[in-house]
């Protein structure tokens, strides 16, 4: 058979089809997950590869931004700040947690269009800080339309031990979902190669994945859902919604002090 060589637009598509696609993240990521003695903590959020560090996305100012504490919402959208990061607009706040028990950040982005992929983004992110090292309130649902309910507490998490959860939908398990797992990266680890940067799991029959971190430091865990209803693209067509559910989870080394 004769070879035809390859046209340049032709071979750079081949090249991007062949390659893996970049696992986008929304990070929510707080100073620290637990505040022995209450007080101060600040709240990261970034549009971005975890592993790779960066590209980092343009984010919108949040649609939601809140925290959920003893059965109620606040609201915190008044209280950020754009804080550009390469730039590209990020954002940040700053609060106290003066009283015990968990609390549980959220946030729910502007839908971000990848025309990569041909679809809208939409990553429900949330996290946990323990005020007082409580270990209570850890287990309360936000409510969001998609959702990672904890079934190991996601604070005071030793590295190497098991986190477990259930991927939700509109408060239903969804079967067999598909979990995709970063690392926060700070330039110290180097992957052998692609398939090592994001992690692939999928959940059971109920909705329930586990998942053991081998490395300190925050872990991200996107379970990511095909929403219900279409959005109009910027070329004008129907496109399908990628809904996720992510939830971050720190672990620590244990030490001999």
């Given at each position: 058979m004769r070879h035809v060589p390859l046209s340049l637009p032709a071979f750079a598509l081949c090249a991007f089809?062949?390659?893996?696609?970049?696992?986008?993240?929304?990070?929510?990521?707080?100073?620290?997950?637990?505040?022995?003695?209450?007080?101060?903590?600040?709240?990261?959020?970034?549009?971005?590869h975890p592993f790779e560090g960066g590209p980092v996305m343009e984010m919108q100012k949040p649609a939601q931004m809140g925290v959920f504490k003893d059965g109620s919402v606040t609201d915190l959208l008044p209280q950020l700040k754009e804080t550009p990061i390469d730039g590209k607009a990020a954002w940040s706040l700053d609060t106290s947690l003066d009283e015990p028990g968990a609390s549980i950040f959220f946030v729910e982005p502007q839908p971000y269009w990848e025309p990569a992929e041909g679809k809208y983004i939409v990553h429900y992110a949330k996290v946990i800080v323990d005020s007082y090292a409580s270990g209570e309130g850890w287990d309360e649902l936000v409510g969001l339309p998609v959702e990672i309910e904890p079934l190991t507490r996601p604070t005071g998490i030793w590295t190497g031990n098991l986190f477990s959860g259930v991927v939700l939908k509109g408060g239903e398990p969804v079967p067999f979902a598909e979990i995709e797992v970063e690392f926060v990266n700070d330039g110290s680890i180097t992957a052998p190669n692609d398939a090592f940067i994001t992690q692939v799991i999928k959940a059971d029959a109920n909705g329930t994945f586990t998942y053991a971190m081998p490395r300190a430091g925050w872990w991200g865990f996107a379970a990511l859902i095909e929403g219900g209803t279409p959005m109009t693209s910027p070329q004008g067509k129907q496109v399908p919604v990628e809904q996720g559910a992510l939830i971050w989870i720190k672990t620590t080394d244990m030490s001999g002090k």
């Open positions: 089809l062949a390659s893996p696609a970049l696992a986008h993240f929304q990070e929510i990521i707080p100073s620290a997950d637990i505040l022995p003695d209450g007080g101060d903590v600040k709240i990261n959020l970034v549009f971005t």
